[in-house]
């Protein structure tokens, strides 16, 4: 499989080169150049390991020894049980799709912990370091460094906003002590550990020079990770490949749900994608008018939901360009006008029809409607979820329909986000074994100042 960018400019490149890249040189993401077949009789017996494969070989051909990779990622130890992202049936054709069972309790571990394994061994096939900076305000922070620890040939710089993260997520992080992991913790707010990333990103030669890479949710590698679980989800609800089923989805960065509709594009009988935005609904916007309106930093809400607290949403560039037909030059003008107006509208355009045909309904949950849902599911089915879970679940069942299994995906467990839970029904939400007591760890971190300098003299010294 090739891969070109979404704003058409540049030679198709092999996955093994995309996959410690970030942003195409042309600055669009990078896209398969075809779309490969689903082969849904054959997929339906496999256990998790063996989909992954078959899913991941069709997408990463050019890596030795895929299959090792994926057997060591997908494993009772990591994921807690051999079904890894096993389902929950609340009731006929309501079911709840486990993704938060991995060591950092949410969904992106299925996507990091291959993609820690696969930077081993790229790295080490191409003889390469890589150095990765990033920016957490708790979770996608502690995801990557549980998925980078102990790596050859790499290096996890997170700037972290100090006393700023809950506890639990600061432990997480902060326990790590593995040499190759570096907590910066930084005299900030999340908003300046990101501007300090991005100027340390802006120096071009100092980026070079010490092989500065991310981990960001742009990584082809990531997409195609989260594309197994649609296929086991779907054989877990169904008895045979002629049902449709639909997806509720709670979305930030539209990672989890565009790996969705890649599954669908290769012929997963999915019926709807739903949508599932918080207070922050540029994506809700999107799919009920077809005016993109990315919001400025400042105007994000800090919500009950965190993880879908985002201004822009990294993956939909890749969701656009299957609209306007693998267009790359459409893409190039639609992010033209994006960057001088703020803003593009397709209601009037013909691609508009297209989105209908792609499946994608969408809805919005603030605060109320999180604390309803949650107590809804813990009175009706005993059921506790996280509130991000609870945004998918509001959203999945006002756009459910009649004889359609709906399955929802559970994208945290409700030990993170103890506050809202206690906020919700009055108790504490039970911790998984290992996870007691994580915040009386010994706790390793940098404290430095939030100062792109004082960061960059940091990495300087302990780059890889
Ligand atoms: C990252 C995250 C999301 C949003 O997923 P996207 O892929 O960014 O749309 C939702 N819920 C949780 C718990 C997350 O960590």
Redesign the pocket.
């Known amino acids: 499989m090739r891969y070109v960018s979404t704003r058409g400019v540049g030679a198709p490149q092999r996955f093994a080169d995309i996959v410690l890249e970030g942003l195409a040189p042309d600055g669009g993401l990078y896209v398969p150049e075809s779309t490969p077949r689903a082969d849904l009789a054959a997929w339906r017996r496999l256990g998790y390991p063996e989909l992954a494969y078959e899913v991941l070989k069709l997408f990463a051909d050019d890596v030795a020894d895929l299959k090792n990779i994926v057997e060591r990622t997908y494993t009772r130890e990591i994921f807690g049980s051999d079904e890894i992202t096993p389902l929950k049936t609340l009731e006929p054709g309501l079911h709840l799709l486990g993704l938060s069972n991995g060591p950092t309790l949410?969904?992106?571990d299925l996507a990091l912990q291959l993609l820690g394994n696969l930077f081993e061994v790229v790295l080490e096939q191409r003889g390469e370091r890589l150095n990765i900076l990033g920016a957490t305000s708790g979770?996608?922070g502690s995801a990557a460094e549980h998925a980078m620890r102990g790596k050859q040939n790499l290096r996890v710089f997170m700037l972290s906003p100090r006393g700023r993260m809950s506890p639990f997520q600061a432990a997480q992080m902060y326990s790590l002590q593995d040499e190759n992991i570096h907590n910066l913790a930084l005299e900030g707010v999340f908003d300046d550990c990101q501007d300090i990333v991005k100027a340390v990103a802006a120096d071009a030669e100092f980026k070079r020079r010490h092989r500065i890479g991310t981990v960001n949710?742009i990584n082809w590698a990531r997409v195609a990770a989260q594309v197994v679980y649609y296929f086991k989800g779907y054989f877990a609800a169904t008895a045979s490949d002629a049902e449709q089923v639909s997806f509720a989805v709670?979305?930030?960065?539209?990672?989890?749900?565009y790996a969705g509709h890649v599954a669908r594009s290769m012929g997963l009988p999915i019926r709807r994608l739903i949508l599932a935005s918080n207070e922050n609904d540029v994506l809700d916007e999107f799919f009920r008018s077809g005016r993109y309106r990315p919001r400025k930093a400042k105007e994000v809400k800090a919500t009950s939901s965190p993880?879908?607290d985002i201004s822009k949403a990294s993956n939909f560039e890749r969701y656009v360009y299957d609209l306007v037909g693998g267009d790359g030059a459409r893409v190039r003008e639609l992010w033209r006008r994006l960057g001088a107006e703020g803003a593009f509208d397709l209601s009037h355009s013909a691609y508009y029809r297209n989105l209908s045909e792609t499946g994608f309904v969408s809805g919005r949950s603030v605060h109320a409607d999180r604390l309803a849902t949650i107590r809804s599911l813990w009175q009706r089915y005993g059921a506790m979820v996280?509130p991000?879970t609870a945004d998918g679940i509001k959203v999945g069942l006002e756009q459910r329909e009649a004889g359609v299994p709906l399955v929802c995906l559970e994208?945290?467990l409700p030990a993170k986000f103890a506050e809202t839970i206690r906020e919700a029904i009055g108790q504490e939400p039970a911790r998984p074994t290992g996870y007691e007591g994580i915040e009386r760890l010994p706790q390793r971190f940098e404290a430095l100042p939030a100062d792109a300098q004082a960061v960059k003299r940091y990495i300087a010294k302990h780059a890889a």
């Open positions: 949410a969904f992106k979770d996608t949710s709670p979305s930030g960065n539209f990672g989890n749900i993880s879908m996280d991000h994208t945290a």
